[in-house]
C-alpha cells in the first residue's frame, strides 16, 4: 500500500479584526482546506482569530483549536508548540492540508512562527507556505484616518517596553514610532511623551477593525487609560 | 432641484502584487464603485496597481488614470496632485463614489495620502476611507519563508537611505531593518553590511508575490546587483 503524500501547512494571517480584511487567497484557503486551526481561546471564549475566520467556514470542516499559553517561561512554550506541532502532523501524516489561522499577518510577531518552527524540526518532510496579512498598524492607521508613514519617515516597531531609554532612543532615530501591547507600560510611556511633547502627536487605537474598537486621539489629558491587552499606541513624531 | 449627494473617496491597498492577497472588502469595492482610479503607468504599460486590480474590474466600470510624477520638486508635485484631487472630485461632486487603489497599504509610503489632503484641502466636505491592505515587507517575509519579527525584536522601516550614520544607527538601536527601495543605494549598504558581518543574515526581495518576483537569499557574494526599484532588503541582525 503507498502511503498518503503528506499535506501541506498553510500560516494564513487573517487581519486586525474585521472579517472582509482577510485577502481573497486566505479565504480561499480558509474555504477549502480539510482542516482550520487556531489559537484556542481563553475561559470559553472563542479567541481573536477563531471569531474572525468563523464567517468563512463550511460546516464540515474540522476546526482545530491548538493552546498556547501566555506565559514566559521557556520549557512551558517549548511543550506547548511541540504539543501543538504533534497534533498538526497528525492531520499532515493522513494527507490532509492544514490551515492554520492567526491574527493579523503570520510573519509579524505571530505564534504561526514557533509552531512552523517547531513542526520543520521534528518534520523537515513537511512543506509550509505562509500567506501574508494585513498587520495591526495599518489598520490602526486606517482607522485612525491618518497615513502610518510617508515620504522619509522612518517608522520604528517596538513590540514590548524597553525601559525609558529604549523608547527615548526609538523617539530620537525615527519620526514615526508604534508601541504594540502597550497596555501595561501606558503610564511609563504617557511620562516620557509629556516630556518630550508628544501628546497631541500620539494615539491609541483598542482592537482595530473590531467590533468594539476604541481610539484615543490625543494623549494630553489621559495620564492613565484603562487598556485591554491588544491596544497599540503611534507616535507621530514630526 | 436638490443637487446629488456627494461620492465618497475610498483609499484601498490591493497588496504587493499577487491579485488574491488584496483583501475581500477591497475587492468588494473595486467591484461596486462606478469609478476606479489608480496612478497612471509610465511608457504605455500599466502601473503596479492597475495589474493588480485588473482582474477584478467590470467592463463597464470608469477607470480614471492619475499621473503623478516621479520627482522632488514639490511645485511639480504639488500641481499633479491638486490634478488629481480636481479629476476626483468631478465625480464625488456628480454622486459617484470612488476607489483610489494603490498597490500595498494605503497608509504606508503611499500616494494616496497626498491626494486624499489635497482633495480635503480643496473640498473639507468630501468623505474619505482608507481599506488597509497587505505591505511589502510582510508579503517580502512570507515569501522568504522566514518571519520578520518575533518576540521583542523590535522593527525598523528605512524608506531612504540616511547616510551611513543612520543606517548603522537603525542596525544598533532594532533587531530587524527593512530598506524599502533599496536599489539605489545597493552597493553602499552592502559595505556597511559586510563591515558588521550581517551579509548572511539580510535577504533582497524584488517585486514580492509578482509574477517576475525575484529572491536573493544571502547577499555574501553579491557586492554588486542590478535591482529595479521595487527591490527592498531585510537585515535579521541577530
Known sequence: ??????GKLWGIGVGPGDPELITVKA????????????????????GVAQRILSPWL???QHQLPLWFPYVDDPAVLTAAWEQAAETVWEHLAQG????FATEGDASFYSTFTYLAQTLQRQHPEVSVEVVPGVC?????????GQ???IQHQRLTVIPAFYGVEGLEAALEAAEVVVLMKVASVYPQVWEILARRQLLH???VVVRATQPDQVMYRDLTDKPQLDLPYFSLLIVQCE
Open 27 to 46: 479565504q480561499r484557503l480558509l474555504h477549502h482546506c480539510a482542516v482550520v486551526a487556531f489559537p484556542a481561546g481563553r475561559s470559553g471564549h472563542p
Open 1 to 6: 500500500m503507498t502511503p498518503p503524500s503528506l
Open 136 to 144: 495591526s498598524p495599518l489598520a490602526a492607521a486606517a482607522m485612525l
Open 147 to 149: 497615513p502610518l508613514t
Open 201 to 203: 502627536r500620539s494615539a
Open 96 to 99: 490532509q492540508d492544514v490551515v
Open 58 to 60: 463550511r460546516p464540515d
